[in-house]
Nanobody, 119 residues
């Protein structure tokens, strides 16, 4: 079992920045960020392996950066140049085996944190 606790999020103007953090109760191979906008399916946006290998969905490439700290249990998502379409509930998730790309099933989930971008 892995417990995930997210922090950060909030409201920001378009073009602004926000940072999300997530702390896991133990190390897992894969950690990632997913989001769900109103009326839309949940999508994986950024994942990272214990090796540091990252995967991003095209819509956030160049704007979002995912990272893990040296303990491998803290996951961050630095979001810049935010757009109204980034408004969603953001979830931290963990997966216990490779591969870590977002299209694979993630087993453990945080409670989610709201990000609202106003134009």
């Amino acid at each position: 079992q892995v417990r995930l606790v997210e922090s950060g999020g909030g409201s920001v103007q378009a073009g602004g920045s926000l940072r999300l953090s997530c702390t896991a109760s133990r190390v897992t191979y894969c950690l990632g960020w997913f989001r769900q906008a109103p009326g839309k399916e949940r999508e994986g946006i950024a994942t990272i392996e214990t090796t540091g290998l990252t995967h991003y969905v095209d819509s956030v490439k160049g704007r979002f950066t995912v990272s893990r700290d040296f303990t491998l249990k803290t996951l961050d998502l630095q979001m810049t140049d935010l757009k109204s379409e980034d408004t969603a509930i953001y979830y931290c998730a963990a997966r216990g085996s490779y591969p870590c790309a977002p299209q694979y099933d993630y087993t453990y989930w945080g409670q989610g944190t709201q990000v609202t971008v106003s134009s």
